[in-house]
């Protein structure tokens, strides 16, 4: 059990193995056999995917965000919805026991 939620807040030495890797990838090393880095590359493909996706739309109907009048109302919500599922998110890692 980790004693932090993030496994890079933990100050514990790493394996033996570890010795001979670079002082700068150590930390990347270490997150590299925990589940949170599928959880975070997994997370980062969806988001560049879905950013993709809508310029391709926005470009495909010729659509410029800044002229919309709904565009303030559609910018908030999306923070407002990122923000909750960032709570959702984290708050199902703790029920699951995941970090």
Same mark, same amino acid.
């Given at each position: 059990?980790?004693?932090?939620?993030?496994?890079?807040?933990?100050? +514990?030495?790493?394996?033996?193995? !570890?010795?001979?890797?670079?002082? &700068?990838?150590?930390? #990347?090393?270490?997150?590299?056999? $925990?589940?949170?880095?599928?959880?975070?590359?997994?997370?980062?493909?969806?988001?560049?995917?879905?950013?993709?996706?809508?310029? +391709?739309?926005?470009?495909?109907? !010729?659509?410029?965000?800044?002229? &919309?009048?709904?565009? #303030?109302?559609?910018?908030?919500? $999306?923070?407002?919805?990122?923000?909750?599922?960032?709570?959702?998110?984290?708050?199902?890692?703790?029920?699951?026991?995941?970090?």
């Amino acid at each position: 059990m980790r004693k932090h939620l993030w496994c890079l807040c933990d100050k +514990e030495p790493l394996p033996k193995g !570890f010795l001979e890797v670079p002082h &700068d990838t150590k930390s #990347l090393q270490k997150m590299g056999f $925990s589940s949170q880095y599928f959880f975070l590359t997994t997370l980062l493909t969806l988001g560049m995917m879905f950013i993709i996706y809508a310029i +391709e739309f926005w470009m495909n109907v !010729f659509y410029h965000p800044l002229r &919309d009048i709904c565009f #303030l109302f559609i910018l908030l919500l $999306s923070i407002v919805l990122c923000i909750a599922l960032d709570r959702i998110i984290i708050f199902i890692g703790k029920l699951c026991r995941i970090w």
